[in-house]
């Protein structure tokens, strides 16, 4: 720079005039560097930027002399250009207890699913083109076969997500007409998927029945009228009416709408394409089970149980579906090549349901033993002791994880982890948010849970150790 080298404790404040020009910043060797690797664009951005906010802070007489040594700004500059090129979406470890976690991404994809979108994503592929013929082929039927197979259903189509998929079902199946729904399932998801809206938005008039805990049979034959288009049910899937309660199964609304010439349609939620309860887990009702029972349109999620990529899985009647596909909505709400090459080596795993409970990673995180999970907690529980203290004491405990994403709302999974706890009272809750907040700023960030005035790491999700135990280091050092 154009001023002497000073020394590194130089603290005395810096004033306007003193900051380098952008031109004599990006001369030097740091910058230089940095000029070859990324070209001019990047580094002079990110250089100019370096320099307004120096200079404000210079301004306001904050600034260090000793922050202006060539040495310092080199080293700002590269962190700056480096923070601009590291990607915002990144993996974390999910210690939060609940597997399928909306917030955290979801079902985490097999390895054939991600090995299969990379083949398939590095050049051009047959997404809408037949092969046999040919000619111009249709997305949906690299799936379609596959999704008949595993539900029984005469058709299947896929769209971007579930709430795609019950605003698509409506507009083609009820437009401008009546939706017949049950009081007690008037479902809101979250994220704004509240049914009364989506029926709106999809153009059909909703019309309850019955009350929040009991709906009968006769309460959706009443309400039939020459405007009703649909019959639907939804699946109460992230709350539990309990108590006095009766409702009408999908069997027995569909027998209504058929008495009627009407569509059924249900909004499962999350459905499992397989029986849980083989695997020791509690039952979610399952697409097949829907269809047999006599629904025209069943649709799911790909990335809640069925442990594939975001998607709206429909199918049904040929009819139904027929319908479906040719509403102008439908080409507003199709799916990419990444979700569909994803989905689709997913769907393949469950050809070899005695395999599944160890490829598909969804499945095998619900059904790892707890005594598993706790015997890892315990091989944990002493580096972690060591690197947290001596500001906190680490425990090994018995927990109650959950599936998430809605699925089995009541059911917990019982898991083991780490109760952290500070050994100071005072302040207790401010040391507990502050290292929930350092382990979320390591480099592979781990989120966990605060209960109880403890920070509960559940270890369900964490197959590997070593992805923690590497960051035990770091996180003694910055707690220190
Ligand atoms: C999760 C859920 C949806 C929304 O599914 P997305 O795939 O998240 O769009 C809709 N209905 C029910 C009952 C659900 O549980």
């Given at each position: 720079m154009s001023r002497p080298s000073e020394s590194v404790v130089d603290g005395s404040k810096a004033s306007p005039k003193e900051l380098p020009s952008i031109d004599l910043l990006l001369r030097a060797e740091g910058a230089q560097a940095l000029l070859t690797e990324h070209g001019h664009t990047l580094v002079a951005n990110e250089a100019r930027a370096l320099i307004d906010a120096l200079r404000a802070r210079a301004v306001a007489g904050?600034?260090?002399?000793?922050?202006?040594q060539e040495s310092v700004l080199q080293a700002a500059l590269a962190a700056r250009v480096r923070q601009r090129l590291a990607p915002r979406m990144k993996r974390v470890l999910n210690?939060?207890?609940?597997?399928?976690?909306t917030n955290l991404g979801r079902a985490l994809l097999a390895d054939e699913a991600l090995q299969h979108v990379l083949q398939t994503m590095a050049g051009p592929n047959n997404l809408e083109f037949d092969l046999g013929r040919g000619g111009r082929g249709d997305r949906d039927e690299l799936i379609e076969e596959l999704l008949t197979t595993l539900t029984g259903a005469e058709a299947a189509t896929v769209v971007n997500n579930n709430a795609a998929a019950v605003l698509l079902t409506i507009a083609a199946l009820a437009h401008g007409r009546e939706v017949i729904v049950s009081r007690?399932?008037?479902?809101e998801i979250g994220g704004a998927f509240r049914m009364p809206e989506v029926m709106a938005a999809a153009g059909a008039t909703l019309v309850e029945v019955g009350t929040t805990n009991r709906t009968h049979a006769h309460d959706y034959a009443r309400a039939i009228n020459p405007r009703t288009g649909l019959l639907m049910k939804v699946?109460?899937?992230?709350?539990a009416v309990q108590g006095f309660t009766a409702a009408v199964d999908e069997a027995g609304i569909a027998r209504i709408a058929h008495e009627h010439g009407l569509p059924m349609a249900t909004?499962?939620?999350?459905?499992?394409?397989?029986?849980?309860q083989a695997h020791g887990l509690p039952h979610e009702p399952t697409p097949r089970e829907k269809i047999a029972a006599g629904c025209d349109v069943v649709s799911f999620s790909?990335?809640?149980?069925?442990?594939?990529?975001?998607a709206g899985l429909i199918v049904g009647s040929r009819d139904a579906i027929g319908r479906i596909r040719r509403t102008p909505l439908k080409r507003a709400l199709r799916v990419g090549k990444l979700t569909l090459a994803a989905l689709e080596a997913t769907l393949r795993l469950y050809l070899r349901p005695e395999r599944l409970a160890r490829d598909l990673p969804t499945l095998r995180l619900l059904t790892r033993p707890a005594a598993a999970i706790r015997a890892q907690a315990e091989q944990l529980q002493p580096p972690v002791a060591t690197a947290l203290a001596p500001r906190f004491s680490v425990g090994v405990v018995e927990l109650l994880g959950q599936i998430g994403?809605?699925?089995?709302?009541?059911d917990r999974l019982p898991s083991a982890g780490l109760a952290i706890a500070p050994?100071?009272?005072?302040?207790a809750g401010r040391a507990l948010d502050e290292l929930a907040q350092l382990l979320r700023s390591l480099p592979l960030p781990v989120i966990g849970r605060i209960a109880e005035d403890r920070l509960l790491l559940d270890l369900?999700?964490?197959?590997?150790s070593g992805e923690l135990l590497a960051q035990l280091p770091l996180l003694r050092e910055r707690l220190s």
């Open positions: 904050t600034l260090s002399r000793g922050e202006l210690l939060t207890g609940t597997v399928i976690h007690g399932e008037l479902v699946h109460t899937s992230n709350y909004d499962l939620g999350s459905g499992a394409l397989v029986d849980l790909g990335d809640k149980l069925l442990g594939g990529p975001q994403s809605g699925s089995l709302p009541v050994l100071q009272k005072k302040g369900r999700v964490l197959e590997d």
